[in-house]
């Protein structure tokens, strides 16, 4: 299964939340926006500061990113990337999210069968209007 997965995702996996993506062990082929890394490192070392998480847990949690991170295709954040991030799209969306699908665009033009994979409703109903299969989230019909 070819998936693009956003950061809501893999820190699931990587903090033991509720609810993880149900098709997480089907991926064949993750792949993500470099964003992925910066998001999800920084939500480890949030983490740490709001709730005194020990070191060793921290460094459990940064290295297992990391080593999820290995296996993934990650889309370069280059000028084109951020120029499309900038244009409009169907539904709102913030920054973050709308770098997410417009690397998600990029990869498709690679995998045209690729699906979108978020824990986040506005983020998975933008990439549903952008002709995404979704997973991760309910959307309305």
């Known amino acids: 299964m070819k998936v693009y997965v956003d950061s809501s995702v893999l820190l699931r996996v990587v903090l033991g939340e509720e609810a993880p993506l149900a098709e997480w062990p089907r991926i064949t082929q993750p792949m993500a926006s470099e964003l992925i890394r910066v998001e999800c490192l920084r939500t480890i070392d949030r983490a740490r500061l709001r709730f005194g998480i020990p070191d060793r847990d921290v460094a459990e949690r940064r290295a297992q990113v990391l080593e999820y ?3 993934f295709e990650l889309v370069t954040l280059d000028r084109g ?6 244009e409009p799209f169907p539904t709102a969306i913030g920054t973050l999210d709308a770098i997410h699908l417009t690397s998600a665009l990029v990869a498709r033009a690679v995998v045209p069968e690729l699906t979108f994979a978020t824990h986040d409703g506005e983020l998975g109903l933008a990439a549903r209007a952008m002709g995404f299969p979704v997973l991760g989230v309910t959307l309305p019909a």
């Not at 990337?81 to 900038?86: G, I, K, P, S």
């Open 69 to 71: 991170l290995e296996t």
């Open 81 to 86: 990337v951020l120029e499309r991030t900038a």
